[in-house]
């Protein structure tokens, strides 16, 4: 299938799946307690979809250059999503959305357009920050859905992942700067 457009994959059907689950995830959360576990299994759904894809990129041998840059995306614009859900049904701190979705911001900014050219890559910090990232925000999710008790472990853990998550941007802005750097002294 080398005559395929590098947008046509099955595992870049599946990213975007995960755009479309993001607005009933959000509109459960902004529900409030429901007393079920469905906007849990939602965004575990949601958040199954980003190995999912992945698996088959590598399986089906359907990587892609779209895939690379849509799947970051994805996984960015539905935490953020999620989160602004959380703070609007107040259970999280809109400084921690503000803050996520800054480094979002600076992230996409300053990293955006070389991760565009494919001079920098997802790296395994930033691989381990968004899957701690999901698990603490279904925690919250679960919390505020049908498990209040979890509350406070979830904000703690979302606190946590928003410290790895100005980590995470700051080594990409750092890579970023460095490539700069060696390009000019060539």
């Given at each position: 299938?080398?005559?395929?457009?590098?947008?046509?994959?099955?595992?870049n059907a599946v990213t975007l799946l995960r755009f479309l689950l993001l607005g009933p995830v959000c509109w459960l959360v902004l529900q409030g307690p429901s007393g079920h576990p469905l906007p849990l299994v939602l965004l575990l759904v949601w958040a199954s979809t980003d190995w999912i894809d992945g698996f088959l990129a590598r399986r089906l041998d359907q990587r892609s250059r779209t895939g690379e840059v849509m799947d970051p995306i994805a996984d960015r614009i539905g935490i953020a999503l999620v989160a602004l859900s959380l703070a609007l049904a107040g259970v999280l701190s809109?400084?921690?959305v503000g803050i996520i979705a800054a480094?979002?911001?600076?992230?996409?900014?300053?990293?955006?357009?070389a991760a565009a050219r494919g001079d920098i890559h997802v790296s395994r910090l930033g691989k381990v920050r968004t899957a701690l990232m999901l698990v603490a925000i279904a925690a919250l999710v679960a919390a505020v859905s049908f498990?209040?008790?979890?509350?406070?472990?979830?904000?703690?853990?979302?606190?946590?992942?928003?410290g790895l998550h100005v980590v995470t941007g700051a080594t990409y802005v750092i890579e970023v700067a460095a490539a700069s750097r060696k390009e000019v002294e060539r």
């Open positions: 299938m080398a005559d395929r457009p590098d947008w046509a994959t099955i595992p809109w400084w921690a480094v979002d911001l600076l992230s996409l900014l300053v990293a955006g357009p498990a209040p008790g979890l509350t406070t472990a979830a904000l703690v853990l979302v606190w946590a992942t928003v």
